[in-house]
Every structure is written in C-alpha cells, then in structure tokens.
C-alpha cells in the first residue's frame, strides 16, 4: 500500500491510493515505537476503516488526540486504547503542539486537511526536535509560512 525509500538523511514514504486502517500496539525495541505512535494516529485519522491503538509504553501518549479533534478527526480514547475512524480530508483550524511527537503529528494531519491550519507551537517542540521542518514540508509541496502571534 505505501513505498518505503530509504535515502542518506531520510526516509520517504508515498502511497499511490487510500490509507487503509490499521491495529497498532506499541512496545519496547524492537515492537512497535511508542515514539511514533501520535504521527500513526494522525495518519489513521485519514485512512479507511477504524484503526485502533494499544499504548503499552506511555500512560500519556494519547495527548494529541484532543488537538487532532479539533480537525475533525474521529478518536475514542479508552484507558490506554484508542479507536480511530479515518476522514478524509481533515478540516481546518488551530491546534496547539504541547510535546515534539504530538507536533509531528499535528504537522502530519496539517498535509490532510482541505484548509488551513494553524499549528501553535508556541514553546517551541516542534522547531527544536527537527531541523528545518519548514525546508522539508515546503520541498514536500506544503504551504508553509511562520508567524508571530
């Protein structure tokens, strides 16, 4: 369903038609990263069919899924389990990136939305955990402007 390419300082993945769901359970090396965890449930909130996530690792992990919310993605949190029923597009609007994964995985659901959105990264998570995000989404065709509220 996706390509994987592998290239000196990173990794492209492309898909060539829907997402489709997915069962995700997190665990240490070498299951599933906790790590990446937020970045599956924001593609998740995308793709066909209901997803669903076990958190194993982290009893916090799920903090994004309020912020995803408000982009019209559909998540169920129960305990440490997550039930995700993909839309696609997202909507629009402004959410706030409280941690760096759950940044990443605002940015991620951004690029799945038929309007703008505002990811407030207001303590700066998302610009210290990767170097020049703005470059790698504007070379992937994003629409990306910073600004100072």
């Known amino acids: 369903n996706v390509t994987i390419e592998e290239h000196d300082d990173s990794i492209r993945v492309t898909a060539n038609r829907p997402l489709h769901c997915a069962n995700v359970k997190t665990m240490s090396y070498p299951g599933f990263p906790t790590d990446l965890q937020p970045v599956m449930m924001a593609a998740a909130s995308v793709a066909e069919g ?25 998540i169920i949190i129960e305990g440490r389990n997550a039930q995700i029923e993909g839309r696609f597009p997202l909507s629009g609007g402004r959410v706030y990136a409280a941690d760096l994964r759950g940044g990443a995985a605002l940015v991620t659901a951004a690029l799945a939305s038929w309007q703008p959105v505002t990811v407030d990264d207001r303590c700066g998570h998302i610009q210290r955990g990767y170097e020049d995000i703005c470059r790698d989404l504007q070379g992937a065709g994003a629409r990306v402007m910073e600004t100072e509220d």
């Open 50 to 74: 209901k997803s669903h996530i076990r958190e194993t690792v982290f009893e916090n992990r799920f903090s994004c899924a309020k912020e995803l919310r408000k982009l019209g993605a559909h």
